[in-house]
């Protein structure tokens, strides 16, 4: 059995463009292929720089042939290397954006961020149910709720964000607590805690997951 059969094919080398003026616009083609397929992100620093230093050595030469900027072609097959070469620098960089906004900002910052959120994801949610447990439990007037202050259990001098409270009357349980969405304005049964603040599911683009 070949054990090799499975192995990764080489990555093509990149050592030879820029050596040859003719084939100077087929080598912007396939450096721009290389760096937006990632074909050179496995590719030790100093090949990478070398590669550069070629490019930036190539173009001054071609300019140096074509002071006129006669040869259109060549000098958009530059501008669009360039692009891609601040593209690929700025890419980490996005990743980590991408990564804070999605709430997900952690050590990895490849492939694609989570950006969708379910309901299971928030154990740590706002039930209105528990809250007129409890109140009840205390022999507390529900009548009397009219609002709560949320802060971060681990910021017990965080002002918070203050939550209304509905209390309306209900044929079944006397009298029921509702959540306000302080967003939306509307009555939650439950409301999450997210980086903008407590927000409803509808508010926060919370999912539910299949079978919830």
């Given at each position: ?112 961020p989570r950006e ?63 959540l306000v969405c ?31």
């Amino acid at each position: 059995m070949n054990t090799n059969e499975h192995a990764h094919a080489p990555r093509p080398k990149f050592d030879t463009l820029f050596a040859d003026p003719r084939h100077y616009r087929g080598d912007l083609r396939l450096m721009r292929t290389a760096i937006r397929r990632g074909w050179l992100n496995d590719a030790p620093q100093a090949d990478r720089d070398a590669l550069v230093a070629r490019f930036e050595q190539a173009s001054d030469e071609r300019r140096a042939d074509d002071p006129d900027t006669r040869n259109f072609r060549a000098l958009l097959g530059e501008c669009y290397a360039m692009i891609e070469l601040e593209r690929a620098d700025q890419d980490p960089l996005l990743r980590a954006l991408r990564y804070s906004w999605a709430g997900e900002l952690t050590d990895r910052n490849t492939g694609r961020p989570r950006e969708r959120w379910h309901v299971a994801d928030y154990p740590n949610r706002i039930d209105a149910n528990e809250l007129r447990r409890r109140a009840k439990a205390d022999g507390t007037d529900l009548r009397t709720l009219h609002a709560i202050d949320v802060r971060p259990a681990d910021k017990p001098d965080d002002p918070g964000e203050r939550i209304a409270l509905a209390v309306v009357a209900d044929a079944r349980y006397g009298w029921r607590v509702w959540l306000v969405c302080p967003r939306c304005k509307c009555r939650r049964a439950h409301l999450y805690p997210v980086r903008a603040g407590v927000r409803c599911r509808k508010c926060a683009g919370i999912a539910y997951a299949d079978g919830e």
